[in-house]
């Protein structure tokens, strides 16, 4: 069965997905990452911990499905 997998990234943290194809989720994580507040009503993001972060989560996600790598078939991201 093939499946596909999902990195959504947040304004405050990172979720990713893993669905089979009856689009049933299998697994999913979350990681929150820092935000700096430079100057009043600004917010800014870490690219490095916000890679990082993605990277933590995509790796976790997969394992935690039990899905072979190969039977990822798709990859798709959504941000805010």
Known sequence: MNHYLVLDV????????????????VSKTY???PLTRPKNNW???DPKKLLNASKSVLKK????????VKRIVSFGITNQ
Do not use: C, D, I, P
């Open 43 to 45: 917010v800014e993001q």
């Open 31 to 33: 990681a929150k990452y």
């Open 10 to 25: 947040g304004t405050t943290g990172v979720k990713a997905f893993v669905f089979n194809e009856r689009l049933e989720q």
């Open 61 to 68: 996600v997969v394992k935690q499905s039990k899905v072979a």
